[in-house]
């Protein structure tokens, strides 16, 4: 009797504990499999907005600033791209708590944060006196500088070196592409930046599939 009881407890707490370590990692694989996916998105919005904006202003002579519909297309692909993070991180944290959904609250804090500062210094920056062109370089520079900071900081957070090596990179691009000028600088920004990121993301996929 004490060895069969002994004998099926055993089982039990086999089954227990291999119920938990597959409930483990299916979380892990849904939140590793996440950054491919949206590094995509934000890569394609990087590259369509900075993109649009380039070519509303690849004319002009002077720089005068990016036309309305520009603006407009930046703001809808930030906006789209926000809103998908959000609900495709909701959904793959359904269930998920702990560590790992307060490290995605915080970076995504993080962000929004950071780009409610770097339009009020670039207001601040106008407000002061500042030319069409300085604005530009920094309008287009300074976000780039913002993301590659988090994108460097959060690779110690989940102990990623490609993670790292994408926030160097694109730190390089933030202090080098301003010195292509305040028109071409959203060019370099659209394919350095966005284009970074879209080709992590194919990496991160064909790494998951493998």
Known sequence: MTDGADEEMGM???????????????????????????????GAAWLVSDGAIWLSVR?????NGPTPAALMTLSAA???????AVIYLGRAGSGVGGLSVLQRRVLLLSYLGGYVALFTLEAAIDHA??????????????????VALIIAASAAVFLNWSLLGLGLWLLAVAAGSGFAGPVTVWAVSALAGGGALLVMAVIGLRRDRS
Do not use: H, K, M, N
């Open 12 to 42: 039990d707490l086999q089954e227990a504990s291999a119920i938990l370590q597959e409930t483990r990692d299916r979380a892990r694989r849904a939140l590793v499999v996440r950054r491919p996916v949206l590094l995509a998105v934000w």
């Open 59 to 63: 004319g002009q002579r002077p720089y």
């Open 78 to 84: 930030i906006a789209a791209a926000t809103v998908f």
């Open 129 to 146: 006196g500042a030319s069409r062109a300085v604005i530009g370089v920094y309008g287009a520079a300074a976000p780039v500088l913002l």
